[in-house]
């Protein structure tokens, strides 16, 4: 059974980080791409950052591009998101998920397994 398991939630203030992790069991992934989406409260999912099998391809929303850092190591079947200077309006529940293909797609339906989230606040 595959399971995705996040981590690395929290309070923090604005201006401050928090790294998230993604540990996944139950198969190998080190083929596949995968991804951090991100639910605010009242909002549709939306993406937020996707890495390739390999780890030489990374993707950014524009609203998280210089702020945050996507990362994996395969061997432990594990993905990162370091996130600093944080802003309020990335407060949300972060879901990692892994792609259906070898790259970091953009579209929620091109991920077919998920975490069950982990919620970052940041206040002001």
């Known amino acids: 059974q595959v399971q995705l398991v996040e981590s690395g939630g929290g309070l923090v203030q604005a201006g401050g980080s928090l790294r998230l992790s993604c540990a996944a069991s139950?198969?190998?992934?080190?083929?596949?791409?995968m991804g951090w989406f991100r639910q605010a409260p009242g909002k549709e999912r939306e993406f937020v950052a996707a890495?390739?099998?390999?780890?030489?391809?990374?993707y950014y929303a524009d609203s998280v591009k210089g702020r945050f850092t996507i990362s994996r190591d395969n061997a432990k079947n594990t993905v990162y998101l370091e996130m600093n200077k944080l802003k309020p309006e990335d407060t949300a529940v972060y879901y990692c998920?892994?792609?259906?293909?070898?790259?970091?797609?953009?579209?929620?339906?091109?991920?077919?397994?998920w975490g069950q989230g982990t919620q970052v606040t940041v206040s002001s």
């Open positions: 998920a892994v792609a259906k293909s070898a790259w970091g797609p953009r579209k929620s339906y091109d991920y077919d397994y």
């Open positions: 139950g198969r190998t992934f080190s083929t596949a791409g």
């Open positions: 890495i390739s099998w390999s780890g030489t391809s990374t």
